[in-house]
């Protein structure tokens, strides 16, 4: 997967720069290139000697050498690269990227390069979580920058907490995800997840208690496709899904507002669990209880059916796909909601108690497919497996129908140029 990519690793000061060694052999494994800028700082934990010999190429150290520039200048090195790894990336070298400081031969190169970086920082514990390096991982994963999570455990300094480098074996996989194919490249995807909130005054609301698991763990897997997913959210308490475009809502009202500007789409998936009422209510304060009084009388009136606006839009996506959470006769409700939300595909999902699913990170769902012409609707019961297994299946089946309606395409299209360019390419 891997052969002949040049990869450019940058190698800064810190202890974990032992690991690099183990990962230039991995990476030469797979017969990448492998050309090593090694810091200053770096050159007090690794020698150029042991980097030479494992890439089997010169290691560049120094910004000023007449005879670095000569041979490969620091513009040279950073163009002919496919990626370059920061590995490991420490606090210094982080704050310079963030702020464009170009010092020396490592921060010069990455300010001179328009190419793809991954960063695996490693670094102390309360260095990793200080506001200021916090920041910067901020501003460069706002450039796209992709970072290798560092990990929790015992540090060489004795402190334990998050900042330990990820393993080479870990960055390798990274790098070689990285590489690899993007089925889904291009193609735009709505996904909606978590409950929504419906308010009967500025403190209470109605809602559910859907956790938004199994939402994430679909716009997860449409991420590590390739897809660009644009994640529109009710309240949960999970961190958001890295690289989505992420757009955070209350209501359902709410929800259908942001599905609705960020439509055409190629995919949308309704993972939320959108509230069927919402609360009239003019409330603009918090309702008082007053003694002697009999409780308030909460009017309900029906929310946007946002999945069925969708399927019956101008701007429908390609396909577009539902779900149907039933506490019983989940393959009737499950078909009868097909048939009327006009979707393709259900994903039927049992929630009654004895199957514990909200929250919990395993789910049992059936999927509900029409076939091409309409006319029949096939049944996949899957077992029981976790959230993100799943959602890999699910995607899995996505790639599988977008290759299939392409080759058709082609088959169909003797002028090439006519074939279905995904939206999101347009
Ligand atoms: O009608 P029901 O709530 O059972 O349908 C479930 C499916 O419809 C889910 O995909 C959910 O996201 C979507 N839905 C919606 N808008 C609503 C209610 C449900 O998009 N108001």
């Known amino acids: 997967m891997l052969n002949n990519k040049n990869i450019l690793l940058i190698i800064s000061g810190g202890i974990a720069a032992y690991k690099s060694l183990e990962l230039i052999r991995g ?5 990448a290139n492998v050309r090593c800028i090694l810091t200053k700082n770096g050159e007090k934990f690794v020698t150029p000697m042991s980097l030479a010999a494992l890439s089997e190429h010169k290691v560049y150290t120094d910004l000023w050498s007449l005879k670095d520039e ?19 990336a420490s606090a210094n070298l982080i704050a ?15 300010l001179a390069s328009d190419k793809p970086i991954m960063i695996a920082p490693a670094m102390n514990p309360m260095m990793w979580n200080h506001p200021a390096t ?33 393993e080479p074996d870990d960055i390798l996989s990274s790098i070689k ?29 109605l809602g559910n208690r859907s956790s938004g698991k199994q939402g994430h763990a679909i716009a997860t897997a449409l991420i590590q496709a390739g897809a660009h997913v644009h994640y529109i959210t009710g309240p949960t308490h999970l961190p958001h899904p890295k690289g989505a475009t992420i757009i955070e809502i209350e209501s359902a009202e709410e929800m259908l507002a942001h599905v609705e500007k960020n439509l055409p789409a190629d995919l949308f998936i309704g993972a939320a669990a959108v509230c069927d009422w919402t609360v009239e209510t003019d409330h603009l304060q918090k309702i008082k209880k007053k003694d002697n009084l009999t409780p308030p009388q909460l009017n309900l009136k029906e ?31 499950a078909k009868d909601k097909l ?37 029949e609707i096939i049944q996949t ?45 347009q």
Request: hydrophobic share 35%; net charge neutral.
């Open 134 to 166: 916090q920041n910067n991982m901020k501003i460069l994963l706002q450039r796209d920058i992709i970072q290798i999570e560092p990990k929790s455990g015992e540090m060489a300094c004795g402190e334990t907490g998050i900042g330990r480098m990820s």
């Open 70 to 88: 000569r041979e490969m200048g620091h513009i040279r090195l950073s163009r002919e690269a496919d990626l370059i790894v920061i590995a490991p």
């Open 96 to 110: 310079k990227m963030a702020h464009g400081l170009a010092d020396d031969l490592a921060s010069t190169c990455l």
């Open 27 to 31: 990476l030469r494994k797979e017969r």
């Open 381 to 425: 019961d899957l077992p029981r497996m976790t959230k993100i297994k799943i959602a890999q299946k699910l995607v899995n089946e996505i790639i599988h129908y977008f290759e299939t309606i392409q080759k058709d395409n082609r088959n169909e299209c003797t002028n090439p140029s006519l074939n279905v360019v995904p939206y999101g390419s």
């Open 339 to 375: 048939k009327h939300k006009n979707c393709d595909w259900i994903v039927g999902n049992e929630i009654s108690p004895e199957q514990n699913v909200f929250g919990n990170s395993e789910n049992q769902v059936c999927l509900f497919q029409y076939t091409e012409d309409r006319k």
């Open 303 to 333: 929310n946007p059916d946002i999945l069925k606006k969708v399927s019956l839009s101008s701007k429908r996506p390609q396909l577009v796909i539902g779900f149907a959470a039933e506490t019983e006769n989940l393959n009737n409700n």
């Open 177 to 205: 995800d990285f590489f690899s194919e993007k089925p889904l490249k291009n193609m735009k995807a709505i996904v909606t997840s978590g409950p929504t909130y419906e308010a009967i005054d500025p403190v209470r609301f």
